[in-house]
């Protein structure tokens, strides 16, 4: 039977299709909006952390301790979560839950096997923790030695027609996942394939279901099946890493212009529209980083053994044509970039580089060796090398184009955590949040984009501390417009506005306790609490409830957009004279 889906979406199949790989996908049964949360996928087939998480996660439902936390500012002290630990499997000591009830749920669905093959990994290698794709692969084998549920059994070795169209498109069709075993066993060259057979041979060992070459082709094809279809819920900025695959969540096909997009809460999936999607349209997520040059992107889609022929592709589209004409450009009256005609008009430039240029831009750009270890001086020669091959996008205005966007966050990353760099990391933050990432993700309920404002504001955290105690001179910075700006602004307000668009925004793309929401909601509880300030909060809880009121509307602008933007226009100057070795304009 085909994968049982959740309201609100079908499995539509299209044999004619010429290209295999878009020949089943999710189709929407009733319209939705940017930020409609479309489909919810809290039954995966597999789920588990990163081998490198695998301690730090709770192995069930995939939550994370929340250690306490204090950070002391101008603003408040502020205190978040509470120390939650996780214990370890009394068997293996391997796998760890940040309960009884995850831990019972886990044993029934694959670790009372999967505990006596922690065992073998430690008598045979000597550590408790296995690489995750050996051990995905292990625990299918092992769920499927056991007899594992129908679901598993269809999408890892086939399916069968029971007459019923449960997928909207035929159940003869439905033959289990996908695995694309001829494309893998090509790709470059076969180095790939080799890797897969050492992964599988490995996940055939541990799990102990040693059977010949038929019980390693099983595994090299599992393999394949949960590259192709897996989910990789990487988030480096909350900590969150493994494997999420759902057989249903798995038919979505890929778009460079993307009209959804996945969010992952645990052991739950969450597809939520990007864009506007009528009844009966094609659902589409973006498999890569779609703002990357055409090229970059083609090399990235490798992995999924298809080219893509969506607008973006076939027309050569960069972020600022997709930018351009984008529905969601509306939605940013509420945002950093208020400003709706200049994210339909862009001020760039294009005759100063051409989009075959930007491409050759950002291979000589990856192809920069990245110093091993901490060494300031060569991160700072490595960001200098990168700013000098960006020069054509920054002499063409082309803020948003990568690789400058990443060079400007690479370097304002390590610049936060440097007494002596940290207030210069502040501008460079405004100007990705108001220049580049605005262009790049048009709908600013998109996580990144909160991200970018929940920084923002845990560095005005900083400054405004070092502001009130007097030893911002103190950290050396001699830039006279950013000092004067940060000694006249009211940072509280500007963090309280900002918080309030993380939230309001927040509130729409993300799960209700991802941990920069939560983050958001806490800091902003703390910054209303303060004594002095029910003018200026009253005004931005009007302004957040209405921001076309005249009055609200100017004091956002003077108060908080101003500085921002303020802040923002100092950035491309002091990269400049940080990795140029301009001279400082003085403002």
Sequence with gaps: MPPHLPPGIRIHHDPSNPNPGKRRSLTATRPFSPGDEIATFSNPLLVLPDNATMRTTCNYCL???????????????TTSGGQHQLKACTGCKAAVYCGAACQRAHWRAVHRAECKMFLRVREQAGRDWLPTPVRAVAQVLLMLRAGGDAAVREAFEGGSDDGNDRGGGGGWWWSGLEGNVEGFESADGGVVWKDFELQAAA???????????????????????????????????????????????????????????????????????????QEGGEITISYIDNTLPKAVRYEALKLYHFRCNCPRCDDDLDVYDVCETSPNIPLNSFSLQPD???????????????????????????????????????????????????????????????????????????????????????????????????????????????????????????????????????????????????????????????????????????????????????????VE????????????????????????????????????????????????????GKSVVRR
Excluded at 69 to 74: A, D, G, P, V
Excluded at 414 to 434: D, E, G, H, S
Excluded at 530 to 551: F, H, I, T, V
Aim: proline residues 5%.
């Design 203 to 277: 996940a055939v060992v541990y799990a102990g279901v040693l059977g010949g070459d038929e019980v390693l082709a099983k595994a090299r094809e599992i393999l394949c099946k949960i590259q192709t279809n897996a989910f990789n819920r990487l988030d480096a900025d909350t900590g969150m890493a493994g494997i999420f695959l759902d057989a249903g969540l798995a038919m979505v096909n890929h778009s460079c212009v993307p009209n959804a997009f996945i969010g992952f809460d645990k052991r739950t999936a969450v597809l939520r529209a990007e864009r506007p999607i």
């Design 529 to 580: 609490s303060l004594p002095g300030r029910e003018q200026e909060s009253n005004m931005l809880r009007a302004w957040a409830k209405d921001p076309e009121d005249p009055e609200c509307a100017a004091f956002f602008e003077t108060q908080v957009l101003k500085p921002i933007k303020t802040l923002s226009s100092f950035a491309v100057e002091i990269l400049e004279v940080m990795l140029a």
């Design 63 to 77: 939550r994370r301790p929340s250690p306490t936390t204090t950070t002391t500012t101008t603003m408040a002290t």
């Design 340 to 526: 709706l005609e200049k994210l339909r008009n862009p001020p760039i430039d294009r005759s100063k580089v051409t989009k075959a240029e930007i491409e050759a831009i950002y291979k000589k750009w990856q192809a920069l060796a990245k110093p091993e270890g901490g060494n300031e001086g060569e991160h700072l020669k490595l960001a200098k090398a990168r700013w000098e091959l960006c020069r054509p996008l920054v002499e063409a205005r082309m803020w948003a184009a990568e690789p400058l966007p990443t060079t400007v966050l690479e370097l304002a990353t390590r610049w936060q955590t440097n007494y002596k760099m940290v207030v210069y990391a502040l501008p460079l933050l405004c100007f990705l949040a108001t220049e580049c990432d605005p262009f790049k993700l048009v709908a600013p309920f998109m996580p990144w984009r909160i991200k970018g404002i929940v920084a923002i504001v845990k560095l005005l955290a900083v400054t405004g501390e070092l502001t009130a105690s007097g030893a911002l001179v103190a950290t050396g910075c001699t830039h006279e417009g950013l000092l004067g700006t940060l000694v006249t602004a009211d940072q509280v307000s500007m963090c309280e506005a900002l918080l309030r668009l993380a939230v309001r925004h927040g509130s729409v793309g993300a799960a209700e306790d991802w941990d920069v929401l939560q983050q958001a909601k806490s800091i902003l509880e703390d």
